[in-house]
């Protein structure tokens, strides 16, 4: 994993890791492009499989998007097969809160905004800290067990229950 241990920028030769136009690039989506340092947007953390930087418009007064560094849709459109991406993102998020100095990390809130409420079709795990100091309107923007976000957790338990009968 190529990560930069401080707080900084990820010191890393992007170049390597990026999927230019090939698979799992699509032109026109800005996660992806953001994700291949093409933006100039400041990356906290970049490896092979995502991608962590703020948010332009922060929910919180710690507002990051981790996503993956290839186009993998929406939540919606995951399988059982993407558990550990989903996994691998709050690990991320969880780092860079710590590296943050966030260090209650009960105050937290890890989650995705449901289709049609995506502004952008590229999958991106919101973390936001403290979850105390959201506002009105973010708390009702990511707010848990709503029509239009679910929390890691509940995205997680959903796709490790697809495919089994109930």
Known sequence: MATNESSGPANVDI?????????????????????????????????????????????????YLVVPTRHVGNC????????????????IGME?????????????????H???FCSVSHLHLHVLAPASQMGFMSRL???PNSYWFVTADQLIQQLNSKGETN
């Open 141 to 143: 923007f990511y707010r």
């Open 15 to 63: 170049s390597k890791i990026n999927v230019g136009q090939g698979e799992g690039y699509d032109k026109k989506c800005i996660f992806c492009k953001v994700a291949n340092n093409e933006m100039g947007t400041e990356l906290l953390h970049v490896d092979e499989e995502v991608s962590c930087f703020r948010d332009i418009k922060p929910g919180a007064p710690h507002h």
């Open 76 to 91: 919606k459109s995951l399988s059982k097969e993407h558990v550990s991406l989903v996994e691998k993102m709050v690990e």
């Open 114 to 116: 449901w289709p049609p």
């Open 96 to 112: 860079i809160l710590q590296k943050n100095s966030v260090l209650d990390l009960s105050d937290v809130r890890f989650g995705f």
